[in-house]
């Protein structure tokens, strides 16, 4: 809500680290706990935002759909997504 042109960023979320594998541990990890803890939103976004700035929009999409039309920040990364469409 502060940054509503956040979506339109242009970054690779990989590129903040000097070793991309470690980035993609990262990930896996929170890939997992997304898995295991269904009901946690904040790591549910987290792990949509990730997917959206790394190039991964369908996954993004599942992960911001999953958090349902009263998330304002998934939605609003949905609208971004449907736009590449």
């Given at each position: 809500?502060?940054?509503?042109?956040?979506?339109?960023?242009q970054?690779?979320?990989?590129?903040?680290?000097?070793?991309?594998?470690?980035?993609?541990?990262q990930?896996?990890?929170?890939?997992?706990?997304?898995k295991?803890?269904?009901?946690?939103?904040?790591?549910?976004?987290?792990?949509?935002?990730?997917?959206?700035?790394?190039?991964?929009?369908?996954?993004?999409?599942?992960?911001?759909?999953l958090l349902?039309?009263?998330?304002a920040?998934?939605?609003?990364?949905?609208?971004e997504?449907?736009?590449?469409?």
């Amino acid at each position: 809500r502060l940054n509503p042109d956040l979506a339109q960023v242009q970054m690779n979320r990989r590129d903040f680290y000097g070793d991309g594998r470690v980035f993609d541990e990262q990930l896996q990890r929170l890939e997992l706990w997304v898995k295991t803890s269904p009901d946690d939103a904040a790591a549910r976004f987290l792990l949509g935002y990730n997917y959206f700035f790394t190039q991964h929009p369908g996954k993004a999409a599942v992960q911001f759909a999953l958090l349902g039309r009263g998330d304002a920040e998934a939605q609003l990364f949905l609208r971004e997504i449907r736009k590449l469409e």
